[in-house]
């Protein structure tokens, strides 16, 4: 079992950057595949990035690709976001997420991921 909380969030001004943390406790956190997903006002949830366990593939979606970066620090049992040049239109609360499954196809799907952090506010201001 794992329990995951997310820091890092807060309020930045269009095209500064924030690094977000999400902190695991309960098992070793290099064994599972790690997902990061946003919910802004009025929205659904949706997939922002994620990385496999078993090679470290990341994936991302569209409208982030070249700005966000996911990383994680098995070390220190921690997973980032990096976030670079921010949009207003990224305001949201991120979600940290992960899984023991065996990552497949559906790692944009919420439904892939078995353990949720409670989030963390991004605002970004134009």
């Known amino acids: 079992q794992v329990q995951l909380v997310e820091s890092g969030g807060g309020l930045v001004q269009a095209g500064g950057s924030l690094r977000l943390s999400c902190a695991a406790s309960?098992?070793?956190?290099?064994?599972?595949?790690m997902g990061w997903f946003r919910q802004a006002p009025g929205k659904e949830r949706e997939f922002v990035a994620a990385?496999?366990?078993?090679?470290?593939?990341?994936y991302y979606t569209d409208s982030v690709k070249g700005r966000f970066t996911i990383s994680r620090d098995n070390a220190k049992n921690t997973g980032y976001l990096q976030m670079n040049s921010l949009k207003p239109e990224d305001t949201a609360v991120y979600y940290c997420?992960?899984?023991?499954?065996?990552?497949?196809?559906?790692?944009?799907?919420?439904?892939?991921?078995?353990?949720w952090g409670q989030g963390t506010q991004v605002t970004v201001s134009s």
């Open positions: 997420a992960a899984t023991k499954k065996s990552f497949s196809p559906s790692y944009s799907s919420r439904t892939f991921y078995d353990y």
């Open positions: 309960g098992r070793t956190f290099s064994s599972y595949s």
């Open positions: 990385m496999s366990w078993g090679v470290g593939t990341t």
